[in-house]
């Protein structure tokens, strides 16, 4: 009989988690902090206590302050004392400091009144998180539901986050409770019902979502390879652009160097041919020294000039057929 029990057992429990490992299985959480800051009950007995606990701060400080100003005034006063009183108001000090601390432990202590009334608090409040969390498992078949602020959770998808739904339940709860007429108990009532999954329904909208998912995916995919592709024509056409205007400024720069050495030959020429005539002009007619090294000064200042400005044309012209090259190429 014994082994007929457990065999039926075995039995139930492996078809169980062969129908669990058919659907799968489904999680969610809740994320505790988030419901309580979203409860009114809670935050307005919450900022009480904290009133409390304020004034117990303020009443323990200034009982401090006081023994603290009777340790100063037995300092100062301590060369006018003897030692029995000195003593004896030293004692007295010391034993009002330990009812201090013994207060602070009573009111702030690990099991103190604002502990005590924390989770005196806290208990209704956690007993209603835990009764939605189990009509929700049951009535949307969850088989794990995660507490956020209690699980190392490295990492959680938003879907599966509960909590908005467990705090319209205690809401709802919370408004049968308080209700008067029939009407308002019967509309609350209504409210509270959880629907039920259907999960063929769910797996069809998740394929979908997984289909929509994989298309989006490609498209991105494939705009990104445009743009890549763009991105390598337009890096190409810049370089071959910038060899080209490489090309011409060496080209404009040899005509240049070309120019300029046939000026410096045509000048000595020029200077060698005045230095003749100044001879011949000797010969025929008879110049002092003076007149003729500022005869030959004057000549050279005329041939200077003369090739600044054609080298300033020549530059000029230039860079106008520069910018010229440049304005076709953007235009192209």
Known sequence: MRNNVLFLLTLVFMLSFYANAQRGVRIAYIDTEYILENVPEYQEATAQLEDKAQKWKNEIQSKLTAVEQKRKDLSNEKALLTKELIDEREEDITFE?????????????????????????MQPIQDQIFSAVQDMAEGRKYDIILDKTETNMLYSNKSLDVSEQVLRSITRSSKRQQA????????????EIIPEINEELEAREKALEEKKAARESAVEKRRQEI???????????????????????????????????????TA???????????????????????????????????????RKKALEARKKKILEERQKAKDSINNN
């Open 97 to 121: 400091e330990n009812e201090i601390l013994d207060y602070q432990q009573k009111r702030f202590g690990p099991n103190g009144d604002l502990f005590i009334q924390k989770k005196q608090l």
């Open 180 to 191: 008067n007429t029939k009407a308002e108990r019967k509309a609350a009532e209504s409210e």
């Open 227 to 265: 743009l890549a592709a763009r991105e390598a024509k337009k890096k190409e056409a810049e370089a071959r652009r910038q060899k080209v205007l490489e090309d011409r400024e060496k080209a404009k720069q040899a005509k240049l160097d070309a120019r300029s050495s046939n000026t410096t030959g």
């Open 268 to 306: 000595k020429k020029t200077e060698e041919e005045a230095i003749k005539t100044a001879k011949t002009t000797t010969e025929g007619v008879t110049k002092t020294k003076e007149e003729l090294i500022e005869e030959n000064r004057q000549k050279k200042l005329a041939e200077r000039e003369a």
